[in-house]
């Protein structure tokens, strides 16, 4: 790192660790209460939470400190300790995928070269700890929820995987870096100007990527695990303060942190055109524009959740083997033939 | 039998949204159209701090003018909760002029409306035959304790002052319009 | 090939066998789930008993009566006002339509008839009960689906016509304004373009809640074919009002089995039917019913006669002896009130037939086989209010 001081690597590991947890809680929070209070609320001609603070901005705080002085019920006949798994598996999870997102030039956690192969492969085990929540729960609507969850998520785990592929074609290389420079660099049909940002050329790619990430983030219209007016929560049901919270905060962190997936393959990542790749102060700007990218991208995302109603199970599933499937395997088909033709 | 829509439903639903969104947000008229003041746009005011003002015929709380009642009882009898407490004594008073009858006058001991048990029905209102109860729009009046919801005769009768006026009809309509009575007119 | 040869024969009654032996093994067993009377999808307090088989419904038994306040026994010890302020709360959303069937029923027993004009604004006031009630519905089949947003607009507007409410009768939910001969006050001034202002605002957001909903492609998948009810099922279970309209029976109550003193026939409206039976189908009737309300609302207003609004009955009303039945088309469905006189201040009987218990009595029959999401929306799409069911 060209940092100004010398840290020894102990120390730089504290300071990562508590990078990451911020990288997972300022998104969360941002969305919360940029999304799910002021914009659900515009959207249904209300005001949202209004009290707290000016205009309803620090109701997060309320919500949280409510949370944390709620009583810890775990019910007689769940599974003990896989009930207090859970929630920790699932928040995991989004943390270890914010590892590999690049926030600068030098602004990373770490730098695999098998980068975006990692985000994916570790973003499914939030499958596992939504399992583990709705068995572990000894509640028939948990279960319910939970074995949805599990033939969805699983289901929407290769379309996303097959529209990465696309960008990986074209990026030559699995290393987020190196796609984000990619891009940077990329020309389309001769013209450099904006560079090379693989929603113009890939936009099937991002639209199947889209849709696959409002499936795997459980949001409507593909929410059946948490359908609200059937299974009253799903797998989160039995879960109260602290727990509940943890799930709250992961679901929100997993918007973004999908949203920095999207925002880095397709979007550009932290480099606008016009700036430089390498140089310093790109480390303070770059988390910046990426935080910009990831907002927007998050707000399609909420925005499509509070307007449609969601989809039967059946459905859902039509929808990812019949459509994305095959429509994301003719886009890596054609990606690939014109990667060599061009 | 509906139309097949010609744009697909799923994005005009969200433009639906959108709409109201923005509708929200931005709901000032010409150009102050940028400026954004979801206070004003939106449809929800922020209770306490800004309070809507019920119609005028609104039934709030009842409210009791004490000189015109008779103790006759039948608001008592009519309530369909039997919410209205009435206790009355009568007594005899000099005659209205010399060399008369003594006259039985009946004079209101208690006059308590249970406000927990109340429908708002407005039945006791109605059949009152010599105007001593009037509904008002006012519903502040919640309280901790149950028991203080039961309303006493100088309770109700503070209630008075905030008796609309009757309001006029519509073209039309053969009724006429009831007036207030004036207080201390007997 | 024509002739199958013993060798293959022979394989194909072993794998049959091992097939049989690996469901003996693999036998499930089924859930049962309760769709408790706390759930956020049922209309409030109605348990449904469901036995699952993995998703899908083996069988389905209501189970009512969380609710019930004992009404029929309520009013055998009161009187005819009293009576009218009480059920006003059985189908707690439509508000004034509760008291119309009974008020017509006594009418008939006194042999009184209100005056033209009351008939008038009763008939207003009832249309306006089958806006808002009907207008919620549109909206809250949105949540149940997982759009929250199309409840919030439903709850919005409504508000509109509910103020129109209150400011003529003083009551939002209950406005206890009909009264034997009659009604009890007149409109105030200015309230006739408010109206009209507000069921223009009505058909605006049945245009919205037909982009959002019905034009949506989620929802189309999620309702059409779901619960198909066929005519003679449907009439065989009692179901009334939309629900049978949407099944192809053309019946109306209004204009069918003369509601005499109420001016439907010197009206122009029509009656919407939808041949497909589903809950799609019962979505697009009510949504038509809403449409049509708000122009029957306009044409009364246009044509309100005036003259008095009460007719001339006695103070204290005796209703004398003998039996009399009417029943009227309510927002949910027929709605009627038997009542029995001995001649008293009060009725001796009150026999309620309301239309959501019959509307839920079909529930066994339709949730057979369906999978658990669609018990939701069949459910939903039925519209039924507890109240109505366990009075």
């Given at each position: 790192?060209?940092?100004a001081?010398?840290?020894a690597?102990w120390?730089?590991?504290?300071v990562k660790?508590?990078?990451?947890?911020?990288?997972?809680?300022?998104?969360?929070?941002?969305?919360?209460?940029?999304f799910?209070f002021k914009?659900?609320?515009?959207?249904q001609?209300?005001?949202?939470?209004?009290?707290?603070g000016?205009?309803g901005?620090l109701?997060?705080?309320a919500?949280?400190?409510?949370s944390?002085q709620?009583?810890?019920?775990v019910?007689?006949?769940?599974?003990?300790k896989?009930?207090?798994?859970?929630?920790?598996?699932?928040?995991a999870?989004v943390l270890?995928?914010?590892?590999?997102?690049p926030?600068?030039?030098d602004?990373?956690?770490t730098?695999?070269?098998?980068?975006?192969?990692?985000?994916l492969?570790?973003s499914s085990?939030?499958?596992i700890?939504i399992?583990?929540?709705g068995?572990?729960?000894?509640?028939?609507?948990?279960?319910?929820g939970?074995?949805?969850?599990?033939?969805?998520?699983?289901?929407?785990e290769?379309?996303m995987v097959l529209?990465?592929?696309?960008?990986?074609?074209q990026?030559?290389?699995?290393?987020m870096q190196g796609?984000v420079?990619?891009?940077a660099n990329?020309e389309?049909?001769?013209l450099?100007a904006i560079?090379n940002p693989?929603i113009?050329?890939?936009?099937?790619?991002?639209?199947i990527?889209?849709i696959?990430?409002?499936a795997e983030?459980?949001?409507?219209p593909?929410d059946?695990?948490?359908?609200?007016?059937e299974?009253?929560?799903?797998?989160m049901?039995?879960?109260?303060?602290l727990?509940?919270?943890?799930?709250f905060?992961?679901?929100?962190?997993?918007?973004?942190?999908?949203?920095a997936?999207?925002?880095?393959?397709?979007?550009?990542?932290?480099?606008?055109?016009?700036?430089d790749?390498?140089a310093?102060y790109?480390?303070?700007?770059?988390?910046?524009i990426l935080?910009t990218?990831?907002?927007v991208i998050?707000?399609?995302?909420?925005?499509?959740r509070?307007?449609y109603?969601?989809f039967r199970?059946?459905?859902?599933?039509?929808?990812?083997?019949?459509f994305?499937?095959p429509?994301?395997l003719?886009?890596?088909?054609?990606?690939?033939?014109?990667?060599?033709v061009? | 039998?509906p139309?097949k829509?010609?744009?697909?439903?799923?994005?005009?639903?969200?433009g639906?949204?959108f709409?109201?969104?923005?509708?929200t947000?931005?709901?000032?008229e010409?150009?102050?159209k940028l400026?954004?003041?979801?206070?004003?746009g939106?449809?929800?005011v922020?209770?306490?701090?800004v309070?809507?003002?019920?119609?005028?015929r609104?039934?709030?709380?009842?409210a009791?003018?004490?000189e015109n009642?008779?103790?006759c009882?039948?608001?008592?009898?009519?309530?369909?909760?039997w919410c209205?407490?009435?206790e009355?004594?009568?007594?005899?008073?000099p005659?209205?002029?010399?060399?008369?009858?003594?006259?039985?006058?009946?004079?209101l001991d208690?006059?308590?409306i249970?406000?927990a048990l109340?429908?708002?029905?407005?039945?006791?209102?109605?059949?009152?035959p010599?105007?001593?109860?009037?509904?008002?729009p006012?519903?502040?009046?919640?309280?901790?304790?149950?028991?203080?919801l039961?309303?006493?005769?100088?309770?109700?009768?503070?209630?008075?002052?905030?008796?609309p006026e009757?309001?006029?009809?519509e073209?039309?309509?053969?009724?006429?319009?009831?007036?207030?009575?004036k207080?201390?007119?007997? | 090939?024509?002739?199958v040869?013993?060798?293959?024969?022979?394989?194909?009654i072993a794998?049959?066998a091992?097939d049989?032996?690996?469901?003996?093994?693999?036998e499930?067993e089924g859930?049962?789930?309760?769709?408790?009377?706390?759930?956020?999808?049922?209309h409030?307090t109605?348990r449904?008993i469901v036995?699952?088989d993995?998703?899908?419904?083996?069988?389905?038994d209501?189970?009512?009566?969380?609710m019930?306040r004992?009404y029929?026994k309520?009013v055998?010890?009161?009187?005819?006002?009293q009576?009218t302020t009480?059920?006003n709360?059985?189908d707690w959303?439509s508000?004034f339509a509760?008291?119309?069937p009974f008020?017509?029923?006594a009418e008939?027993?006194?042999?009184?008839?209100a005056?033209p004009?009351a008939?008038w604004?009763?008939?207003?006031?009832?249309?306006?009960a089958r806006?808002?009630?009907?207008?919620?519905?549109?909206?809250?089949?949105?949540?149940?689906l997982?759009?929250m947003?199309?409840?919030?607009?439903a709850?919005?507007?409504?508000?509109?016509?509910?103020?129109?409410?209150?400011a003529?009768t003083?009551?939002?939910?209950?406005?206890?304004f009909?009264?034997?001969g009659?009604l009890k006050?007149?409109?105030?001034?200015?309230w006739?373009?408010?109206?009209?202002?507000v069921?223009?605002?009505?058909?605006?957001?049945?245009?919205?809640?037909?982009?959002?909903?019905?034009?949506?492609?989620i929802f189309?998948?999620?309702m059409?074919?779901?619960g198909?009810?066929?005519?003679?099922i449907?009439?065989?279970?009692?179901?009334?009002?939309a629900?049978i309209?949407a099944?192809g029976?053309?019946?109306?109550i209004?204009?069918?089995?003369?509601?005499s003193?109420?001016?439907?026939?010197?009206?122009?409206?029509?009656?919407w039917?939808?041949?497909?039976?589903?809950s799609f189908a019962?979505?697009?009737?009510?949504?038509q019913?809403t449409?049509?309300?708000?122009k029957l609302?306009d044409q009364?207003?246009?044509?309100?006669?005036?003259?008095?609004i009460?007719a001339?009955?006695?103070r204290?009303i005796?209703?004398?002896?003998g039996?009399a039945?009417?029943?009227?088309e309510?927002?949910?469905?027929?709605?009627?009130?038997?009542i029995?006189?001995?001649g008293?201040?009060?009725p001796?009987?009150v026999k309620?037939?309301?239309a959501s218990?019959?509307?839920?009595?079909?529930?066994p029959?339709v949730?057979?086989?369906?999978?658990?999401?669609?018990v939701?929306t069949i459910?939903g799409?039925l519209y039924?209010i507890l109240?109505d069911?366990?009075?």
């Open positions: 790192m060209t940092l001081i010398h840290l690597y120390q730089q590991t504290i660790s508590i990078a990451v947890l911020l990288c997972v809680l300022l998104p969360a929070g941002a969305f919360v209460n940029l799910l914009m659900s609320s515009f959207m001609s209300r005001l949202g939470p209004m009290e707290a000016p205009h901005q109701q997060l705080l919500e949280v400190g409510k944390l709620k009583e810890d019920i019910p007689a006949k769940a599974d003990e896989l009930f207090k798994l859970a929630p920790y598996l699932i928040v999870s270890l995928v914010y590892v590999v997102v926030f600068g030039p602004a990373y956690f730098n695999l070269d098998v980068g975006i192969f990692y985000a492969a570790v085990i939030s499958v700890g399992l583990i929540a068995w572990a729960s000894a509640n028939k609507y948990s279960l319910l939970g074995l949805r969850a599990a033939g969805q998520l699983i289901a929407y290769l379309p529209a990465v592929v696309g960008v990986v074609i990026a030559g290389t699995m290393n796609i420079a990619a891009q990329g389309i049909f001769g450099g560079g693989y113009l050329t890939q936009f099937v790619g991002f639209m990527f889209l696959a990430a409002q983030l459980t949001q409507t593909f059946m695990p948490v359908a609200e007016s299974i009253v929560a799903g797998y049901t039995e879960y109260s303060g727990r509940f919270l943890l799930f905060i992961a679901e929100f962190a997993s918007v973004g942190a999908f949203g997936l999207a925002a880095t393959l397709f979007l550009g990542g932290w480099y606008l055109p016009g700036l790749l390498t310093n790109m480390n303070v700007v770059g988390p910046l935080f990218k990831i907002i998050a707000g399609v995302i909420f925005f499509v509070f307007t109603p969601r199970e059946d459905q859902l599933q039509k929808v990812a083997w019949t994305l499937i429509l994301s003719a886009n890596i088909f054609l990606t690939a033939i014109l990667k060599v061009f | 039998m139309p829509p010609k744009v697909p439903g799923l994005i005009k639903g969200l639906v949204t709409k109201e969104m923005t509708k947000m931005f709901p000032n010409g150009l102050k400026i954004p003041s979801p206070s004003k939106a449809h929800t922020q209770y306490p701090h309070k809507e003002a019920p119609p005028t609104a039934r709030g709380v009842i009791l003018l004490e009642c008779t103790v009882m039948l608001c008592a009898r009519s309530c369909p909760d209205i407490y009435i009355g004594h009568k007594y005899k008073a005659p209205r002029r010399e060399g008369g009858k003594e006259r039985t006058v009946s004079a208690r006059f308590d249970d406000y109340c429908m708002y029905c407005g039945i006791c209102v109605e059949v009152c010599f105007d001593a109860l009037f509904w008002t006012e519903y502040e009046y919640s309280e901790p304790r149950i028991a203080d039961l309303h006493d005769k100088e309770r109700l009768g503070e209630w008075m002052d905030t008796v009757y309001e006029p009809y073209a039309g309509s053969e009724a006429k319009v009831k007036k207030l009575p207080k201390g007119a007997k | 090939m024509t002739a040869s013993d060798r293959q024969q022979l394989q194909y794998g049959q091992a049989a032996r690996v469901n003996v093994e693999l499930t859930m049962t789930l309760n769709l408790g009377p706390q759930h956020p999808a049922t409030g109605l449904i036995k699952l993995g998703e899908q419904v083996v069988s389905a209501p189970v009512m009566g969380y019930h004992g029929e309520l055998e010890v009161r009187t005819y006002p009576i009480l059920i709360r059985i959303l508000s509760n008291e119309v008020i017509l029923a008939k027993l006194m042999d009184v008839e005056p004009r008939q604004i009763r008939t207003i006031l009832f249309e306006m806006v808002a009630n009907i207008g919620l519905f549109l909206g809250e089949m949105g949540l149940q997982g759009a947003t199309a409840a919030f607009y709850f919005r507007d409504r508000e509109f016509v509910l103020n129109q409410i209150e003529v003083g009551g939002r939910f209950h406005p206890n009909d009264r034997i009659g006050d007149d409109l105030p001034k200015g006739i373009d408010e109206t009209k202002r069921m223009q605002r009505m058909r605006e957001f049945c245009d919205e809640m037909e982009e959002l909903l019905v034009g949506n492609e189309q998948a999620r059409r074919g779901i198909v009810i066929p005519a003679e449907g009439l065989s279970y009692g179901l009334s009002g629900n309209r099944s029976v053309d019946w109306d209004r204009r069918d089995s003369k509601l003193p109420l001016p439907y026939d010197q009206l122009d409206w029509q009656v039917t939808h041949p497909d039976g589903d019962r979505y697009w009737v009510r949504m019913e449409r049509e309300a708000t609302v009364l207003l246009d044509g309100l006669p005036g003259g008095s009460m001339k009955v006695p204290i005796k209703v004398p002896e039996e039945y009417v029943e009227t309510n927002p949910l469905g027929a709605m009627g009130y038997y029995v006189s001995r008293d201040l009060g001796f009987r309620i037939r309301s218990f019959n509307n839920v009595s079909i529930a029959w949730l057979r086989g369906v999978y658990v999401p669609d939701i459910l799409s039924f109240g069911i366990d009075r």
